[in-house]
C-alpha cells in the first residue's frame, strides 16, 4: 500500500514538473493567417512544368515517363498531333495534374530527361471542389514562375542556395 502511495506521489510530481518545464517555455506555434513563415528550401508541395527562359517554351517534350512512372496516375499527358499532316509534335497538347491523387513522391521529376518537371514551395493549394485541384499546363507554368521551386534527383543532396539565387540561404530557410 505505500509502495503504491509513493508511487502515485512520485507520478504526481513528475508530471507537475513536465508541466511548469512546458509553460516556461515559448511557443512554438505561428498565428497563421497573420504570419506565415517560409517553407524551407526543398519542400514539395506541387510537381510544375519549366519554361526554357531563352525559348519561352516548355521543356516537356511529351515523352510520357512522368505519366507511366506516376504510382497514382495524377499526370495525365495527351501530344500535340499536326492536323495537316498527322504526325506527332514534341510538345504536349494538354498536360494535366490531378493534384487530389498526388502523393508528392517526386517520382515524376527523377524519371524526367528533359528537365522538365520541378517540385515548387506552394503550401495553400486548398480547394473546397476537388475539379479545383486539376491544374493543367498553364497553371503549372503560372505555378513555376511565382513559387520556388527545385529540382532534387539522382539521389542527390540538398543544396544550401536556391540554384536561381546567387546567395546562400540562411540558417533558418534551411
Known sequence: MVRRLLRAA??????????????LHHPVTVRYPEVRERAPLGSRDVPVLKVNEGSGLLNCTSCGLCERACPTSAIEIVQAVDPVSGRRRSWPETYDLHYD???????????????????????????????????????????????????????????TRHPQAGVALPESER
Open 10 to 23: 512520485r507520478s504526481i510530481v513528475v508530471s507537475h514538473a513536465i508541466t511548469l518545464r512546458e509553460m
Open 101 to 159: 491523387h498526388c502523393m508528392v513522391c517526386n517520382i515524376c521529376v527523377e524519371v524526367c530527361p528533359f528537365d522538365a518537371l520541378e517540385m515548387a514551395a506552394v503550401p495553400e493549394l486548398a480547394a473546397y471542389c476537388i475539379e479545383d485541384l486539376t491544374y493543367d499546363k498553364e497553371d503549372l507554368v503560372d505555378l513555376w514562375k511565382t513559387a520556388r521551386s527545385i529540382r532534387i534527383h539522382d539521389g542527390m543532396l540538398m543544396p
